[in-house]
């Protein structure tokens, strides 16, 4: 059989899945066995990306379509595509991170007293 080791685990979620094994009476290792089986069991999909409606449905297809055509290019993601634009969007329009700026900058900008 295969195995699995899972580090950094959040304490949180560790303290459950120990008290959930212990209320269920099993070990914690088949505790999470059970876990990881019944949720495969009970989402035939099991695990997969979002699909481009999931994820960019609330943008035209066309924008999308160049969007990854544009992040293919560049071996990046359309999320960072769509990032890098709107960036060079607000740079050109003057608009910045205040987060980014130097409190030189931010004086200048009238964006703190």
Excluded at 23 to 50: A, M, V
Excluded at 66 to 72: C, P
Excluded at 103 to 109: A, C, G, I, P, S
């Amino acid at each position: 059989m295969a195995k699995i080791q899972c580090r950094n685990i959040d304490e949180d979620v560790y303290e459950a899945v120990v008290n959930e094994a212990r209320r269920q009476e099993r070990t914690l290792e088949g505790h999470i066995r059970f876990l990881l089986k019944d949720w495969y069991d009970n989402n035939s999909e099991g695990f997969r990306p979002p699909t481009d409606d999931e994820q960019y449905g609330w943008l035209p297809k066309w924008i999308v379509n160049e969007l990854r055509k544009s992040a293919e290019k560049g071996f990046r993601s359309p999320q960072h595509e769509i990032i890098k634009r709107l960036t060079a969007s607000f740079n050109e329009e003057n608009i910045y991170d205040p987060a980014m700026l130097s409190q030189e900058e931010l004086l200048k900008r009238n964006l703190v007293s």
